[in-house]
């Protein structure tokens, strides 16, 4: 059973919006203050890089980028969405010099936004775009089989494929550098039990509940991702942990420097992004996903818990948006409005009552 604010039995953060709802993971000391932060505080600890220390470490790999890239038409990949992370690094590339091969990953479901966006990147930064498109056909119908599962991760599919795609792109141009927009201070926050980003747990639930075979869906096999893991022919670099990173600041950069628009949420570039944020995750799942991203934000000290809370007080899906995203991706789901909705009243069901053995 989900908590809900009510409930007697309802905490919330002391200095964060995490809370017990739909998160059966979280935890609280004596001062009230959840699990999230402290690992919050390792994360940052490990991986992210201040001062002038941090600024060493990116001005090294900017020089082996270029230093590997001699005699290559590109120094490194960037998988691009049009999202702020991306966009942000595609003008870091520019003003470093960098020659990159921007990579799009098509998956059916862009907005126009979006692809504006993304135009802007590549023409400003006089950057090449190369589009993996995906199958629709066998996209929508691993898409219908999470549907169809009733587990959580549906974006698990898209993640998943970008990767994948990535490495294989790195493989065909022979580019040995990525440069990677994930990082601590703006998305390191996520309950586990909100995601599953496993390939062994896509494949049974699509071997369970697909039909149409998997011939161009790019995910590799756990022995090939072991083979990848070993020989390392390429490597990822998450130069955003390196830098300061203040997402205010850097959307008035991008805003102005590369005609960037905003979204309104974290990763809306996608229509079923936003549909599955917006809608399905607080309608089926009580998930309000805001609460993981305005919380990691006061982690790092670029939000402050007052200002997260008021932004939570703000309905969670774009009225102006939401009837005609509700028609768009029910048609184009093949969904009639009352199988979908027998799909939000159905239960949801755990990721492990998948094979979830290592991908």
């Not at 905490?11 to 935890?27: G, H």
């Not at 090449?128 to 691993?142: A, G, H, N, P, R």
């Not at 102005?256 to 229509?271: C, I, M, Q, T």
């Amino acid at each position: 059973m989900v908590l809900s604010k009510e409930d007697p039995n309802y905490r919330q953060c002391s200095i964060s919006v995490m809370d017990n709802i739909a998160d059966p993971d979280i935890t609280f000391d004596e001062k009230g203050i959840c699990n999230y932060y402290y690992e919050y505080l390792e994360a940052e600890k490990k991986y992210v890089l201040k001062g002038e220390e941090g600024q060493k470490k990116y001005e090294q790999i900017i020089t082996q980028l270029k230093a590997d890239g001699k005699g290559k038409k590109y120094d490194c990949i960037l998988g691009v969405s049009g999202g702020v992370d991306s966009t942000y690094l595609a003008y870091l590339a520019k003003e470093a010099g960098l020659r990159v091969l921007c990579v799009h990953f098509d998956n059916g479901w862009n907005s126009e936004l979006a692809v504006k966006n993304i135009q802007n990147i590549v023409e400003k930064c006089g950057f090449d775009l190369y589009t993996y498109v995906i199958d629709w056909e066998e996209f929508k119908d691993i898409q219908l089989a999470y549907f169809k599962a009733n587990v959580i991760d549906i974006e698990a599919i898209t993640d998943i494929a970008i990767f994948s795609a990535l490495d294989i792109i790195c493989k065909e141009q022979k580019v040995k550098h990525i440069i990677d927009g994930r990082n601590v201070v703006t998305e390191v926050t996520l309950p586990q039990a909100w995601i599953c980003k496993n390939t062994s747990n896509l494949r049974d639930i699509h071997h369970k509940h697909g039909s149409v075979p998997l011939k161009s869906y790019p995910i590799m096999s756990p022995i090939r991702r072991r083979i990848v893991a070993r020989t390392k022919p390429f490597q990822s670099w998450p130069l955003l942990n390196y830098i300061e990173y203040q997402k205010d600041q850097v959307k008035k950069i991008i805003s102005a420097e590369l005609g960037w628009r905003d979204y309104g949420g974290k990763h809306y570039e996608s229509v079923f992004t936003r549909f599955y944020q917006g809608y399905i995750l607080p309608t089926k799942f009580k998930v309000d996903k805001r609460k993981a991203h305005l919380s990691n934000l006061i982690f790092s000290g670029q939000l402050t818990k007052e200002q997260a809370m008021k932004e939570l007080e703000e309905p969670i899906y774009p009225s102006h948006l939401f009837q005609g995203d509700l028609d768009f991706v029910c048609k184009k789901l093949g969904y009639s409005k009352e199988e979908f909705q027998t799909y939000l009243d159905t239960p949801a069901v755990p990721h492990d009552n998948y094979n979830l053995s290592i991908s």
